[in-house]
């Protein structure tokens, strides 16, 4: 028997790139793509949002409804029901899938054939569940996931396992898959060839599976997707995924937010905007790298000759005729890029002291 989907849902593929794709439906007129470089960043959000206005507003809705409440009186049931739908909607602009998702049952809590009073409860448990899943997936991310919590040594699924016996709720979860025709690209959904069907303007099936066919190695197959139908699932998904792929994620330390680890390199930074137009990564890694000349003299050293360089550029810069020009930046760009590269191989332990300082005294 064929499930169907209500609305709002997101199905989830990932694509020949390797990057995920969820396909937002809000609605059945309004759908979009929502295309992240690495899984976890929705549920990293969501764990670092602030809801201590969230949380006052809907503790302070709860203390205002009376023990006798009836909320078959009109006026009454309105004021409650405005205000939960208020409330609802100060995730919009932090996190607007949440937000979509907690819209989306409540709705559905208020077209249910229940008493109003039964309405009221029970939206109030809708908005008191979104404090819950933060709770809960915020232990999970610092207890299975953060890379400096002690869990060294334990494999994914022993932090599964950890996970699902402290939140039993979790214990058994699973979620809806289905499957769709779509072109591919070595065995993975092709975005890009989708882009151009889409741009083309071509709404005649028919004539979409043609123009896919004859692309060459994107032929139209049946691919898997997964069914995200309650904003629970998106934040199991994710968690667990991390999981699977082996992904760790740190609190950057300048911002001090959570953020998905890409490589096994030591990064310490995010890529969030920190200072206008610069982001965490490129202004912590200039104030990590300014201590470490502050406290080496050989990188002390290095800056004051590759200062000397770039004076040495300006000067012969002045002097180019039209014939040359460029051949002085060309010059320092050579050597910059060299010096760089030696610097680097310094600082990431490649070349001890003495190598880096033997070639610095030949310059």
């Not at 932090?94 to 709705?107: Q, S």
């Not at 996931?145 to 979790?170: H, M, Q, R, W």
């Amino acid at each position: 028997m064929k499930t169907r989907l209500e609305f709002p849902y997101i199905k989830v593929y990932i694509d020949n790139k390797n990057k995920v794709r969820y396909m937002v439906h809000k609605n059945q007129s309004v759908k979009a793509m929502l295309t992240q470089e690495s899984v976890g960043n929705l549920l990293i959000d969501f764990a670092l949002l602030d809801l201590s206005g969230y949380k006052k507003r809907t503790d302070t809705l709860t203390k205002g409804i009376p023990d006798d409440f009836s909320a078959e009186d009109a006026v009454c049931f309105s004021v409650f029901s405005t205000e939960v739908y208020e409330i609802a909607k100060l995730l919009n602009d932090p996190h607007t899938i949440a937000c979509m998702y907690l819209l989306g049952k409540l709705d559905t809590v208020f077209s249910a054939d229940i008493s109003d009073t039964e309405k009221i409860t029970t939206a109030v448990k809708v908005l008191e569940e979104v404090l819950i899943l933060q709770e809960i997936f915020s232990d999970g991310l610092a207890m299975c996931c953060d890379v400096d919590f002690e869990n060294e040594g334990i494999s994914p699924s022993g932090l599964f396992l950890a996970f699902t016996g402290k939140y039993l709720d979790f214990l058994g979860y699973h979620l809806m898959t289905g499957t769709a025709i779509a072109p591919t690209k070595d065995g993975k959904i092709d975005f890009e060839m989708i882009d151009k069907v889409n741009s083309d303007n071509i709404t005649d099936h028919k004539e979409q599976l043609t123009l896919i066919d004859d692309v060459k190695d994107n032929r139209a197959k049946i691919v898997t997707y997964t069914a995200l139908c309650d904003f629970a699932d998106l934040l199991y998904f994710e968690f667990t995924e991390l999981l699977k792929q082996g992904l760790q994620i740190r609190k950057c330390k300048l911002c001090g937010k959570y953020f998905v680890l890409q490589s096994r390199h030591k990064t310490l930074f995010c890529d969030r905007s920190y200072a206008g137009k610069r982001t965490c990564k490129q202004v912590g890694n200039k104030l990590e790298y300014d201590r470490k000349v502050a406290s080496d003299p050989l990188l002390q050293e290095y800056e004051r000759i590759y200062k000397l360089h770039h004076a040495q550029l300006d000067r012969d810069a002045q002097k180019e005729s039209p014939a040359v020009f460029g051949r002085a930046k060309n010059v320092f760009l050579k050597w910059s890029k060299q010096a760089q590269k030696r610097r680097k191989s310094y600082l990431s332990g490649k070349i001890d002291a003495r190598e880096f300082q033997s070639w610095m005294e030949q310059l």
